[in-house]
């Protein structure tokens, strides 16, 4: 394995959702996955976040776990509806509380916190207004911002204002396979505006309140085309325009790309003044990465997207049989850098999921290792990509826990550590031992 810097951050990411449980307790208000979670046929075998792993109640073991693991940063993020049960006024003191235990905890243990304000758990009553659809949803984001910095600002240095704006887009308003459960499809367009300016003016508020390292983490798939015939490169074009540039040309240059391969001649919703606040300037930016894509030319005149997934074949795949592609990873970020001016890297996902059924612990512990493999292939595609230039200051694996894997429940166990949904029993998984080591021999 290449050397990394002695102050290079290696952690792990979680989400409040996907781990927190305790959803009725302390004045937390109802959020967007609640509601989904009870619509039947929404999540996979009915599963919800009620439990999930009970980190509300345990996160001082899991902050020790952390801690026997060596690493020295941790990506988390706060419920919205927890600290402010709908989304507008004044803020629910014990929701708080929970966070400000939390970050002690860390600190305590000498672990840098990465806080994402928004990952996906919008409060119900905004959903309920219009939620990403409306441009109210992002002056209240920025409120919120504002209220959990003046809590927790003098504890937590790193504040992520938002978690996958494309996917909350994509997966949760034009195709319905996540929360809030719309399917407009290129409708969806002015929740990728509203959740855009919600950065900008989150970081406006954040940077007034003396905020000195805001970011923004998107994914990002490096796009491929499934041939060298000019429909397929079009096509490939046209998705990297949707998925990639769509969040990044307004970070880091102010305008949106040229989205009229899908019959959009203007971003619906811009106001004066949006783009200036979108583009201020970040002091991270946030990667999370799990494959590229292959991108072919629609089927058919009138197929209603410009592209189809080709699909990637001949490598190896995760339990979500998503393709392993690690080298992705290296051309990912050197092309980002050679498009934009950014700010230091954070990988702030990275990792795979297990295939069912879980193999559970043994006398042997938790064998993973397609999981060892997939990790260790990546750092060392992320080491390759420092090695090219580009300013990789951290790498956090998705995730600490096998958790709520949202419209796949708890089917898919991404998980360092094993966690028995039953008893909440943890038990690290022979990835968190690799990890730990490696993790100790980069000081
Ligand atoms: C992240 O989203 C989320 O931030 C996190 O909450 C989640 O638990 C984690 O990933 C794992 O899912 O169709 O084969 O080309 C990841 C977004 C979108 C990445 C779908 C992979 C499809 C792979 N993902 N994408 S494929």
Not at 12 to 25: L, P, R, S
Not at 293 to 309: V, Y
Request: glycine share 10%; hydrophobic share 40%.
């Amino acid at each position: 394995m290449p050397r990394f810097p002695a102050d290079f951050l290696w952690g792990t990411a979680t989400a409040a959702y996907q781990i927190e449980g305790a959803v009725d307790e302390d004045g937390r208000g109802r959020s967007t996955w609640d509601t989904f979670c009870a619509e039947p046929g929404r999540v996979r075998d009915g599963h919800t976040g009620e439990v999930a792993c009970d980190h509300y109640h345990r996160y001082r073991e899991d902050v020790a776990i952390m801690a026997e693991l060596g690493l020295n940063a941790y990506r988390f993020s706060v419920s919205w509806p927890r600290v402010q049960p709908g989304g507008t006024g004044t803020p629910n003191a014990k929701g708080l509380d929970f966070y400000d235990r939390l970050v002690d905890e860390l600190a305590a243990h000498g672990i840098t916190p990465f806080l994402t304000l928004h990952h996906w758990d919008l409060p119900q009553e905004l959903e309920d207004a219009g939620g990403w659809l409306v441009r109210d949803t992002a002056y209240r984001f920025a409120d919120y911002a504002q209220l959990v910095h003046a809590r927790l600002g003098d504890r937590v240095a790193h504040w992520t204002t938002l978690n996958e704006p494309f996917v909350q887009m994509a997966f949760g308003y034009a195709l319905g396979v996540h929360a809030p459960g719309k399917a407009l499809l290129m409708d969806a367009l002015p929740a990728a505006h509203h959740l855009l300016l919600a950065h900008g003016l989150g970081t406006a508020a954040l940077r007034a309140a003396g905020a000195s390292r805001i970011l923004l983490t998107n994914n990002h798939t490096p796009v491929r085309p499934a041939s060298a015939d000019p429909a397929d490169i079009a096509a490939a074009d046209a998705y990297d325009a949707l998925h990639n540039r769509l969040f990044l040309d307004p970070v880091f240059e102010g305008r949106y790309p040229d989205l009229t391969a899908y019959g959009v001649s203007e971003v619906p919703g811009v106001a004066d003044g949006d783009l200036g606040l979108i583009s201020a300037p970040l002091d991270g930016f946030g990667v999370n990465y799990y494959n590229p894509t292959r991108i072919a030319a629609p089927e058919g005149p009138d197929a209603a997207l410009p592209f189809t997934d080709a699909g990637i074949t001949g490598v190896p795949r995760t339990g979500f049989d998503w393709p392993v592609v690690p080298e992705g990873l290296t051309d990912l970020l050197v092309d980002l850098n050679t498009r934009y001016d950014l700010p230091p890297v954070y990988i702030t996902e990275n990792g795979c999921s297990y295939p069912d059924p879980d193999p559970g612990p043994s006398d042997t512990g938790v064998p993973d290792p397609e999981r060892i493999a997939y990790l260790d292939s990546h750092i060392r595609a992320v080491a390759a990509a420092r090695a090219a230039g580009v300013d990789v200051r951290g790498y956090l694996v998705w995730s600490l826990l096998d958790n709520f894997e949202w419209a796949e429940g708890y089917h898919q166990r991404f998980g360092l550590v094993h966690v028995d949904f039953a008893t909440g029993k943890r038990t690290p998984k022979a990835s968190a031992h690799w990890y730990r080591d490696l993790v100790a021999a980069m000081r």
